[in-house]
Structure formats: structure tokens, C-alpha cells
């Protein structure tokens, strides 16, 4: 049974950086706690606050985001963060070496009818210039720079799902000593899937591509794509990423005509960044549709993304659907 520092002790992973990953733990497992709680801990329910994404924020986006930024901010080794919920980049006192971004609760439309919802979070270097904390440009990364990704998912069981480059790791976390212990390596997402998870309401919005992909799903075997799908749809990308590294599947927040940027509902620095790197480190690939994810130059901490991931031959697919 081994523990998280063990693991990433084991892929040598810096000191430094497991200092960050160790405090976005302690917040997530405080999340946890009070999520468990629930009614009990007065954590339910709307604020009546709107956040930088035009959302009206839930308490718990409120809790989980304050737990986060508290902890980072007196963190030495961290030098800023960025938050969906937070409309500027929070500088911390002190020069560190790491950015970290986090979407402090993912699915929180799920949290007061009792689903699943999660923290996801990416971890940067910050560039090694003289840019100060509070210079929002420092993010401006892609995904490919990531040097750690992960998320929480609060489910039946506490899972951390992560990874520092070397594949990805599942703990589970042991409530009777509150450690997260492995309890799986080694990741694979199949390669083939007969499962999407899309929205389908906001079909007159996608693109003519995205509607011809799901009209042929929808003719199953009778089709061009020759196959019986199923579809799920959690309304939690981390619950649907989870399931999708557990059995295969394809996951879709497409391009979105409503939204000026046209990108669709998700956040590449919050979402879509650290879902890729976990997808593809388990064998998947992630894609806007035509480009790689981590492979998007981000132009605000903010950025959206339209976002095609999960078993690697099914997004080739959909990407070819694009490219006609
Ligand atoms: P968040 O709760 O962090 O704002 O993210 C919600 C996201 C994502 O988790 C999920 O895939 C999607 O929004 C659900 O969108 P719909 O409301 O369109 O179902
Ligand atoms: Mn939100
Ligand atoms: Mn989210
Ligand atoms: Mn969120």
C-alpha cells in the first residue's frame, strides 16, 4: 500500500513541487470532509454572487476556492494562482517557483441534488524572467508545460487522479487516517469506444461538423460509423473524465455559436489543460477538433476552449469529421 509521497518520491518527482501538490491535498481533503457533511455543515445552496465566467456562484464554489487560495498563497514554492472563480491572478508574498490553476469545484451544478463533483488542478513553472506575481501573462503557457495535473473526485469513494509526466496514478482516500493511498497505476484509456457524453441540448448551436458526428452516432450500426452508441452525460467533467479512464468512452463540449469566443462552456487552464494531460498520459488524445489541447497558445487566464477527448481512434474520428 503506498501512499502519495511515496509515489511521487518513486517518479522523483522535486521536492518543491511536492510541497504544492501536498497543499492542494490538504484543501481538497477539507473539501471532502465538509462535502461529506453536507446539509449538516451548512454548505449548501447559491451565494448570490456572480463570478468572473458570468455564473452565479454556489457556497461551495465559494468554500472550495477560499480553502484552495488560503493554503497556495503561504505556500514559499508558489509565486501565483489562477481560479475560475477568482477574476485576477492572486499573488502570494513570496518569489516561488510554481503557478497553480484549479476549477475549485467542477460539476457544481450536481452538488445540492448530491452528485458526483470535483476539484481539478494544473501546476506550472512560473518563467523564470523578471515578471512579477501580479503580471497575469505569466500563465500564458500551453498545456504541454504543465508539470503536474490532477483531480479530486468526490464520489461514493474520495479518488485523486494524477499525474506528474509519468503516467497516471489513482489513490484512494483512506477516511479512517485521511491518506490518499494508490490503488491504481498505469492508466490505459481503451482505444476504441462505442460511449459519448455530450450535451445534446445545445445541438442547434454546435457546428455543422460536431451535428453530423452525433447524427451518424445516433444511426448506430445502420450508420458510416457502423456501431450501437450509448451516451452519458453526468453534467461533471470530472466524473465523465473519470469514467472515461476507467471503460473508454468520448467526452465533447464543442464549439458553442452562443459565447463570443465561440470555444464553447469550458476553461482551458481550469479544464481543459489538466484533463489532456491526464487523457493522454493514459493513452488518449484531446483536442479542440483541430488541434491538439495542450497544444493552444492561451491569450487570458480565462480562455475557453471547445474540448473532444477520450479513446484515442473514436477523437481521431471526430477530428476527421473536422478536417472535411
Ligand atoms: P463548473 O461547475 O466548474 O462551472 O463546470 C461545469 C462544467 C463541467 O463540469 C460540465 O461538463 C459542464 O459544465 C456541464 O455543463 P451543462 O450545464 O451544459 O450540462
Ligand atoms: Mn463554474
Ligand atoms: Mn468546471
Ligand atoms: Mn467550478
Redesign the pocket.
Known amino acids: 500500500m503506498k501512499r502519495l509521497d511515496q509515489v511521487l518520491a518513486a517518479d522523483g518527482v522535486p521536492a518543491e513541487l511536492e510541497l504544492v501538490i501536498n497543499d492542494v491535498i490538504v484543501a481538497c481533503k477539507d473539501i471532502a470532509f465538509k462535502l461529506r457533511q453536507g446539509e449538516l455543515a451548512g454548505i449548501l445552496g447559491a451565494t448570490e454572487d456572480e463570478n468572473v ?1 458570468g ?1 452565479t456562484q454556489k457556497m461551495l464554489d465559494v468554500i472550495s476556492n477560499d480553502l484552495l487560495k488560503d493554503i497556495l498563497i503561504d505556500n514559499p514554492y508558489v509565486k501565483a494562482i489562477g481560479s ?1 472563480e477568482e477574476d485576477y491572478t492572486v499573488a502570494s508574498t513570496t518569489p516561488g517557483k510554481y503557478l497553480v490553476t484549479f ?1 475549485p ?5 450536481n452538488i445540492d441534488v448530491n452528485l458526483s463533483v470535483g476539484t481539478i488542478f494544473s501546476i506550472l513553472e512560473a518563467p523564470e524572467d523578471d515578471r512579477a506575481a501580479d503580471d497575469q501573462s505569466i500563465f500564458l503557457q500551453n498545456g504541454r508545460k504543465q508539470v503536474a495535473a490532477g483531480y479530486v473526485l468526490y464520489g461514493p469513494s474520495a479518488l485523486l487522479v494524477m499525474s506528474t509526466g509519468n503516467g497516471v496514478n489513482i489513490f484512494t482516500l483512506d477516511t479512517t487516517v485521511g491518506e490518499f493511498i494508490l490503488t491504481k497505476s498505469g492508466v490505459q484509456i481503451p482505444e476504441d469506444t462505442a460511449e459519448f457524453a455530450i ?1 445534446m441540448s ?1 445541438q442547434r448551436f454546435w457546428e455543422p461538423e460536431m451535428k453530423q458526428y452525433i447524427d451518424d452516432c445516433l444511426q448506430g450500426e445502420e450508420g458510416p460509423l457502423g456501431k450501437r452508441y450509448n451516451m452519458r ?1 453526468v ?4 466524473a ?1 473524465v473519470h469514467r472515461i479512464l476507467m471503460r473508454g468512452g468520448i467526452f465533447m ?1 464543442p464549439y458553442d455559436n452562443r459565447d463570443p469566443s465561440k470555444a464553447g ?2 476553461r482551458l487552464m481550469y ?1 481543459g489543460n489538466p484533463m489532456s494531460m491526464l487523457v493522454e498520459q493514459a493513452g488518449g488524445a484531446s483536442s479542440t477538433g483541430r488541434m491538439d489541447i495542450m497544444d493552444v497558445a492561451p491569450q487570458g487566464i480565462h480562455d475557453r476552449v471547445p474540448v473532444v477527448l477520450g479513446s484515442k481512434n473514436e477523437v481521431a474520428k471526430v477530428v476527421a469529421y473536422h478536417a472535411k
Not at 235 to 238: D, L
Request: hydrophobic share 30%; charged share 35%; aromatic share 10%.
Open positions: 465566467q455564473e475560475e476549477d469545484l467542477d460539476g457544481s451544478s450535451n445545445n452525460w453534467a461533471s467533467m470530472v465523465e463540449y462552456k469550458l479544464e
